[in-house]
């Protein structure tokens, strides 16, 4: 036990906690933060195994843009509060899935990378990585950032208000009433599922 | 051998034509046609070229080649190459001819439509699509073509998609073919990873066949693999479950029909079926699935086709009816038979479907009731129609007798080698045959005898002389119908109906009203050439081959055989030994042959052993042509063990000749009494069903009974006796008739109606419930979906893991 | 330092991410477990480089995870302008009021 591992086991807890939280805070904000907190975490992980640059990237993008742009995210539509705003009715079966889908992974990590010796991971260089993006892997560095592009174009098309609009917010309409023939009886049956299963898991 | 290795060219052309026709189609003097049609002749010469080199060279090893390949990392490649061998050349062959004749009758047909341009390219990409299907060298190149088939097949489908019910058909084939491509997926990777433990290539088909040929593949491997493969296939080549894409897909135009049934789409299943046979044949389980389900669809799809008055529709179902032969034939082992019904039928299906575009082009309606006496009109196109019915029917000498009688040959060996399957594919494949017979019989009286049912009154056309202005058509149709009542009434012919319909045409020549007429020379040119290729197609695999001067050393058996099957045995038949052999290439052995088959299958039973004694003293000659290419299946006899692939050189066997000339006859006579004879102006099969005969019967009952009783009694009887005996006899006759009304209700409202409707309803009952419970399933929940598939995962995780 | 401890963890976090997009209602914390998935991969993907395949030139694994890094982000823009659409048109985010795909 180096204190390399020691170093390694804090900062799984610390993400592995963040994860957690994030994923079940009653709190909207709060998860974004646990996200931020989550997401440091890996990037100590990173520089652990001695990635620095990853490291790096991870605390520029996800922790300085990610992050912000979710916060932004959450102020830009409603922020509700609570386990029923927040958690849908597959909780259970989510549970048990990912449970299992753990217990899975980690048997079959277990049985291949078991026997692995314990190496200490030497630093590697920034030029390094560098020679290597822009030599072997070129193409798919330009494809990718094609990519990027496009995707931000996609988003400001999809976000942006329809021409037209003269900048007053439009009627927005619920989306129950949007669908009339749904029923309203099903509605209610919904809702009285919804309120059945949250009186179980309290 | 160099030609073969231009396999590519064939491929590429349609690709690079579809390109350009896309790019520069509209600029073109013939909207892009000239690109197509140009292209596919240089492919069609090509693929003949090919297609002779394998011919004459007989079974060869497969030229593979492989152009281009991505890493996938670890030991994974996709390459796109070619993989030519016998099939391949026999597919090439196949899908260039009917793909060349289509798209040049497309050039008359689809005239003046408004996506003429969009049309040629779409069928040159079609066409592409099946050659890469056809020529891959991996199942991975398969997947590719497969996939792009039917996406070509969605475009194509749904031409006229303006309409909904044409978008939706083509929804329906895209959405039904793509269950069945799940199953080709991981029926595809299953394989691999069974062929992953003993080399680097996983997804090579050379690979794959020759390691499951050598009995290295897992059994569970095979079943699943194969099971889910096939499921792909079933959806593709509609197989009864998933057939129900087929008839709709007449939605497109029909020389797409034409492409779809003949050539490109359904073909594809049955061809990666028999490129993938060795894998196949592992397995009795496979091989018994394929034949129970190629058996149930040939049988119950051709019902459905004698009760249809599209045309396109009967020939639909019939397409899925010749599809069950093919598949009923693998799972009997007949790798021939099956390959060689494949190939014959694209010919003479492309002939009929472009027959019937020819007469709807004429006629501007699908239906049949709208057609009648077209044999004056279009003569060309009765002939050639006539040719492909008969083809189909498998009158003999003509293409389908020869590869028909192979499957039913194929299914009865399968049948001696103690295999149940083989029986019911050969007494569901006869009474499949008579069924076909007939419906094409009914067809063609429908559609070319008797006299013309007033097709230019069609609402269409009606609609189009309103537009014209040339036409009162209020008072037209009320004449219309004014007349049909008097037809009704007063028993009028139908061309006194029409007849009626122009007594107070005033406009002397007005286009909607003309008879119907010869098409124009390129419809004529691909009807002609198909239906006189309908004959060599068919003797080149059968016993006569020889005797019209074709090599025996050259056949089809031997164009479409590889190395590979015959060392491929069916591990599952090692305990039947020898005396199998000689049944499945009877002929060269025939001698030997009646020895032991009167020492070890005595019990065969007395017809089936004269008949293959016959066939080994008459036709030594004819099987002859075997002798090379089974000598060392017939060297391996020795050790003991005789269980090959059944890949048999073309026989004569006299009982299934009987049987299926038998079967023909009793149908197109059933056909010509209904519809030939004289033309009921009700089709009696649509309202009285099974009922036809009894009502013959009835009627001489009544006949007899009016001679034979009724008339004595009034001429002798009664002037001398009282009252009472006119009330006993009365009586009787009475009863007598009442009794068989009552047996007759009894029979409608008992079988009838509550036993078959009942069936049928309740099957569709059965079905609306299920599925309102079932689509529950699809709650729109993401996140439920998310977990099932999840959970999906893990279970097969688990399943992989604990195999290992 | 074994391999077995960042595998372990990327598999924690994927299947705690995988929780979230599976348990959550709203559409931006579905966003946020679909990050802690991605970020898992990348988890795997760097132990990968750095402990097994260290002398690799092309360093597969730190190009990789930094291609998913970039892949995220633009997920990440994209995901949000679709939430935003959702909620301008429907004035809800929550996941299970998008179902009109079903029966």
Known sequence: MTSLDLLFILFAVITGGGAVLTVTSRNLVHAA??????????????????????AMVQAVVYLGAITVLFLF????????????ALDSRNRPMAMVVSTALFGVLVVLIVRAFGSFPAVTPRSSSVGDLGMAIFSSWVFPFEVISMMLLAALVGAILLARRESGDSGDERAVTPIREALPDRGEVEAEERRAELAAGDGGAR | MEVLNYAWLIVALPFVAAGVIAAFGRLMPLKGAEVGISAIAIAWVVAVMIGWQTFVNGPVEAV????????????????????????????????????FMVQLYSREYMHGEDRFTYFFAMLSLFTFSMLVLVVAPNTLQALVGWELVGVCSYLLIGYYWLEKTNSDAANKAFLTTKFGDIGLVVGIIVLSVGVSAHTDNVFSIRETTELAAAGMLS?????????????????????????????DAMAGPTPVSALIHAATMVTAGVFLIARLYPVFAQSLAVMNTMAIVGTITLFFAGFVAIVQDDIKKVLAYSTISQLGYMVAALGVGGYTAGIFHLFTHGFFKALLFLGSGSLIHAVHSNNMSDMGGMRKYMPTTFVTFVIGSLALAGFPLFAGFFSKDEVLVSAQIWANNGRFTGSLVFWLGLAGAMVTTFYMGRSVFLIFFGTHRGVAHTPEDVEAEAEAGTLDDEAEMEDLDQAAHDADGADLTQEEVVAAGHDDDHAPDHGGHHLPHESGWQILTALVVLAALSFP??????????????????NFETWTATHLLEEVSYPFLADYHRVDLEELHGGGEGEGHAEEGAGDHADEGAGEGEAAGLAGTDHTTLAAGSDLVLATEAEGAEGGVENRVLHGAPEFHLNVFLLALGGFLLAVGGAWMIYGRSRPMRDPLLHMGGFTTLLENKYYFDDIGYRGVVVPVRDWLAPAASWSSNVILDGIVKNTGGAVKRLADVTYFTIDQKVIDGGINGGAFSAAWISSKLKRLQSGDVQRYAGAMLAGVIVLVVVFAAAR | MTLIGPLVLGAFLFCVGLYGVMARRNSVLVLMSVELMLNAVNINLVAFQNLKWPDDPAATGQVFALFVVVVAAAEVGVGLAIVFNMFRNRASINIDDADMMRW
């Open chain 2, 219 to 247: 059994q569970p491997t095979i079943v699943l693999g194969c099971l889910l493969i096939f499921l792909g296939a079933m959806a593709k080549s509609g197989q009864m479950p998933l057939h129900v894409w087929l008839p």
């Open chain 1, 33 to 54: 933060l646990f996200l931020a907190v989550s997401l440091a975490g890996i990037g100590m992980v990173f520089l652990l195994l001695q990635a620095d640059f990853v």
């Open chain 2, 64 to 99: 593979e080649q492989v152009f281009w390949s991505i890493p996938l990392g670890g030991n994974i490649l996709i390459e796109f190459g070619q993989y030519v061998d016998g099939l391949t050349a026999m597919m090439l062959v196949l899908v260039t001819t009917v793909s």
């Open chain 2, 537 to 554: 197609v068919g003797l080149m695999g059968g016993f006569l081959w020889d005797e019209v001067g074709g090599s025996v050393e050259r």
């Open chain 1, 73 to 84: 995210g959450l102020m830009l539509t409603r922020a509700p509060i609570g386990r029923e």
